[in-house]
């Protein structure tokens, strides 16, 4: 690139000095600076290339530097006649015409001041430029660092072979071979890094840094996602045998720069045939690195991967859209509308799709690894096929949010009640990508069903209890009959065995012992009810009916103890749905609390005010008042509490299943201290609805 | 002939209560019942009855209550209670305010014979029955 002509003319110059220009003192200032700065020899061979001049032309400093400053002029006759006023006047000052990047051509207003030596002689050319606005693309981004090219020379010789390869494919066939990604990661890492500028390295060096990705292959460094661009323009580029004309491509974003745009070219000089030069423009949307996002989205997805909640992310937008034109047409009942179109539940089960599961579904599901579960949805619906429908309705009727359980079948025919949640897009969001998270509530489902199982049972052990509590004054009960069985029976006897017997006596005590017999029968059957766990059956009762059965047991209690009692019951009252042995538990067990009150206590009065009532507005109640000594204030709170007794010798769970039972039926217990003296129970529970006529 | 005896029934339950009656008769006797204490005071004159049969548990005036009261009215009427109550120390209690027998139910018609036999006979003589004393 010599030009002996302009050498000889330099030679006459005489040493300028002046504007501030790069010099090995202090290059930093020219780096910083808004204005294009170019530094080139007297052979043209540019030796500097500041940020600004990246940002006018499109070049990078590792692109442009080594370069003839002649190749970016647009019209490749850098006339000869500025270069011998620029020598002889050590100064010149233009307009001219440049090739940017991109591709196009830029209109730049410049100045130029010939540097000398010490000696007098002409050293070099320092450049200021400025775009005079009338070029087409200029960046003029007040925030340089934003805009700064990352820019990158790579070496392609260690792909030679590859790329000779290419070169002798026809071009139809070529676009084939990238496509194949081996191919792609084959050439990426056969080429090696010569150098990168700090943008380059501060967007993919991650923490290697600038030093230490030289020498590096690019693979190791570009962003996965643009790799097939990357690899198709140095391939490009390099087998192209007419020169270095820049190819540019616009790749997908890869999450750090905005519309990036990458150009390719091929060093021109001999030396640097193997050599490959990439520029990458874009503005940042912020200013972390492109490892930094993928870490920190890394970071994410290992969160989610490893979260101990089964996650699926699930593809709707089909369904969505179907959705919403459903809506369009006026369909405001979707559940009416699949009742008549069923087979839109089938087509939702295959068009919604998981596009992708983390590590606790897999286990959770039963695969053996994610691409096991991306699949359409339909096989998780597959255990409770209405979940489908409903799922859509909820979606179709605006819900946020669903959650339901749900019984998935696993890939492993394994069934589990499974809890599912999932948020819903909102409407304009059309991107509908879905998160279901599942829980796995088998055991928690079987737990609870133990617990019910150990409540019914501890309900069980607190009716023997009170059967035991109750042991005399039901062996009193059945004793009374058997006993006038017997003496009915010996009497009979006695008739039968005189001379004449008297038939007609015999017939009648026979009636008796029958009678008596079934009255034995009926108190056994009572109290089997009683001591047997059977499941709670509902019926339609009389709450005073019940109240005078449980009377009976506690009759002679009340009897022998001398306690007085006092039933007022409601004879208007409403029937109630209720288990009868359960509420006759209640009952009782309230009886046996105020009989053991009224026993302990010393007072002169000894009564039990028992009152049934009907308020009229729904709601049936029981109220117990004994003359006992009441409940002490410090106990009314945890009166009901599982295991509080005040009796030395009680369960404490009698009082607690009351509760349990009236709740269970829909009522309400409360224990107070009457105003007169003494505890009052008082239970309510929900009217039977009338039945519709 | 004679004059047949008189045996009160103090008895709560019905079935119990129409049972007795039947074997009383069958032995022979009069009786009179009452499904409570204080009815029975109230129908008992000096002599009215020979023999008083009580169950200890009932409303109102218990059978132990009821033999107080006629003990502390000066009364020698024997009494035999009859009850389904097995604990000893109502027995106690019971032979304490005098009664001339405690049986349990059910009853043994033969043991209810023997405890009236013995009662009447101690009582006033006026036994006529087919049994024999109490030893």
């Not at chain 1, 002509?5 to 003192?25: F, I, K, N, Q, Y």
């Not at chain 1, 106990?635 to 269970?664: E, N, P, W």
Request: with cysteine; aromatic share 6%; charged share 25%.
């Amino acid at each position: 690139m010599g030009n002996p002509m302009v050498e000889s003319a330099a030679r006459h110059l005489s040493h300028t000095r002046g504007d501030a220009a790069p010099g090995s003192s202090d290059p930093e200032l020219a780096d910083h600076a808004s204005e294009s700065i170019i530094v080139f020899d007297l052979a043209g061979k540019i030796r500097y290339w500041n940020p600004a001049s990246e940002r006018l032309y499109g070049w990078t400093a590792i692109g442009a530097v080594g370069r003839n400053i002649e190749d970016l002029y647009s019209n490749e006759a850098f006339h000869s006649k500025d270069w011998r006023s620029l020598l002889q006047e050590g100064r010149w000052q233009g307009v001219i015409r440049r090739r940017t990047s991109w591709g196009g051509h830029i209109t730049v207003a410049v100045r130029q001041i010939v540097r000398c030596n010490p000696e007098g002689q002409p050293r070099d050319v320092v450049e200021y430029g400025a775009s005079d606005g009338t070029g087409a693309g200029t960046l003029q981004d007040p925030a340089p660092h934003r805009l700064a090219a990352a820019s990158w020379e790579l070496d392609t010789s260690g792909a030679r072979s590859l790329l000779e390869a290419i070169s002798l494919t026809p071009r139809q066939a070529m676009s084939e071979r990238l496509e194949q990604p081996d191919w792609t990661d084959q050439l990426l890492a056969h080429t090696r890094i010569v150098d990168v500028n700090e943008r380059a390295a501060h967007l993919v060096g991650a923490y290697a840094g600038r030093a230490r990705m030289i020498g590096q292959a690019v693979r190791t460094f570009w962003p996965p996602e643009s790799r097939g661009v990357l690899a198709e323009l140095i391939a490009d580029v390099a087998t192209d045998r007419l020169g270095d004309m820049p190819r540019t491509r616009r790749p997908a974003s890869d999450g750090i720069l905005r519309d990036p745009i990458v150009t390719v070219w091929r060093g021109k000089a001999l030396e640097r045939s193997h050599t490959v030069f990439v520029a990458v423009n874009g503005e940042a949307d912020d200013d972390r690195s492109f490892w930094y996002l993928r870490a920190s989205e890394q970071r994410y997805r290992n969160l989610i991967h490893h979260l101990p909640t089964a996650l699926l992310q699930v593809d709707a937008s089909r369904i969505g859209l179907v959705l919403a034109e459903l809506k369009d047409s006026g369909v405001r009942d979707l559940n009416a509308y699949i009742d008549t179109h069923p087979e839109l539940v089938d087509f939702a089960n295959n068009v919604v799709r998981i596009t992708e599961v983390n590590q606790k579904a897999v286990t959770l599901l039963g695969g053996a690894a994610p691409a096991d579960l991306i699949r359409p949805i339909s096989f998780l619906f597959a255990a409770s096929p209405d979940m489908a429908r409903r799922v859509m309705v909820a979606r179709f009727e605006g819900k946020r949010n669903f959650a339901e359980i749900l019984k998935v079948r696993t890939l492993g025919g394994e069934t589990l009640d499974v809890q599912l949640s999932a948020t819903f897009p909102a409407p304009p969001e059309m991107l509908d990508r879905t998160l279901i998270a599942l829980e796995d509530v088998t055991e928690t489902l079987r737990t609870e069903r133990r617990l019910r199982q150990l409540e019914a049972d501890f309900a069980h052990a607190a009716r023997i209890s009170t059967l035991g509590e109750l042991a005399t004054s039901i062996a009193h009960e059945v004793n009374q009959p058997l006993s006038a069985i017997v003496t009915n029976g010996e009497t009979s006897l006695r008739w039968l065995t005189r001379d004449i017997p008297n038939l007609a006596k015999v017939e009648q005590l026979t009636a008796r012992i029958v009678a008596s017999a079934r009255r034995a029968s009926e108190i056994i059957h009572r109290l089997r009810a009683m001591a047997v766990r059977d499941a709670p059956e509902r019926t339609t009762l009389h709450l005073n009916e019940v109240v005078e059965e449980a009377l009976l047991f506690v009759r002679h209690d009340l009897e022998a103890r001398s306690i007085e009692l006092s039933l007022k019951p409601d004879a208007g009252l409403s029937p109630i749905v209720a288990d009868r042995v359960q509420l006759q538990q209640v009952i009782v067990n309230l009886l046996v609390n105020s009989i053991q009150a009224i026993s302990n206590g010393d007072r002169a009065v000894r009564k039990l005010d028992i009152v049934t009532r009907d308020d009229g507005a729904g709601s049936v109640s029981f109220a117990i008042h004994d003359s006992g000594p009441g409940i002490a204030d410090e106990d009314l709170d945890r009166i009901f509490d599982s295991f509080f007794s005040t009796k030395s010798a009680g369960m404490g769970i009698g009082l607690t299943i009351c509760k349990s039972i009236v709740t269970s039926h829909g009522g309400s217990i409360v224990a107070s201290n009457h105003p007169d003296g003494g505890a009052q129970f008082e239970f309510a529970l929900p009217a039977a609805l009338p039945e519709a006529a | 002939m004679f004059d047949p005896l008189t045996i009160a029934i103090v008895d709560d339950d019905d079935a119990m209560r129409e049972a007795l009656s039947e074997l009383l008769q069958v032995f022979g006797f009069t009786c009179r019942a009452f499904d409570r204490a204080e009815s029975f005071l109230s129908a008992h004159g000096s002599g009215s009855f020979d023999c008083l049969i009580t169950d200890i548990r009932m409303p109102g005036i218990g059978g132990l209550e009821l033999l107080r009261r006629l003990r502390s009215a000066g009364s020698t009427m024997p009494v035999i209670v009859v009850t389904s109550y097995t604990d000893p120390a109502v027995r106690e209690r019971a032979m304490d305010c005098g009664a001339r027998a405690y049986l349990t139910k059910p009853l043994a018609d033969e043991i209810l014979l023997h405890s009236l036999e013995s009662a009447l006979g101690e009582g006033g003589g006026r036994f006529d029955g087919d049994g024999q004393p109490n030893g």
